[in-house]
């Protein structure tokens, strides 16, 4: 059985920065679809960035574009999300979620099998 595991959130100021860490247990994640989601207060949970099972394909949300890298090191079974130049309104749940069939990255929540527990990420302003 897959788990995945969020970790790096925390309390940051305004402009700080972030690595959020999904590893995975009981499967290869190297060759998994993974996207980063968040969800904040009284908000519906969105996408923010997602990669492909290479690695070599990305999206990333407008929102995020320019200060939010996603990458993967499949020999560790682990993506990340490094945030950079972080607001308050990055402020969020994240979550990371690994789909387990297909090639590309997916954008669209509905199409990830597995969810991670969540990991909360508040910028101070």
């Known amino acids: 059985q897959v788990h995945l595991v969020e970790s790096g959130g925390g309390l940051v100021q305004a402009g700080g920065s972030l690595r959020l860490s999904c590893v995975t247990s009981?499967?290869?994640?190297?060759?998994?679809?993974v996207g980063w989601f968040r969800q904040a207060p009284g908000k519906e949970r969105e996408i923010v960035s997602a990669?492909?099972?290479?690695?070599?394909?990305?999206y990333y949300a407008d929102s995020v574009k320019g200060r939010f890298t996603i990458s993967r090191d499949s020999a560790k079974n682990t993506v990340y999300l490094q945030m950079d130049s972080l607001k308050p309104e990055d402020t969020a749940v994240y979550y990371c979620a690994a789909r387990l069939a297909g090639r590309n990255f997916y954008t669209n929540s509905t199409l990830y099998d597995l969810w991670g527990q969540g990991t909360q990420v508040t910028v101070s302003s």
């Open positions: 009981g499967s290869t994640f190297g060759n998994l679809p």
């Open positions: 990669i492909n099972w290479t690695g070599r394909s990305t």
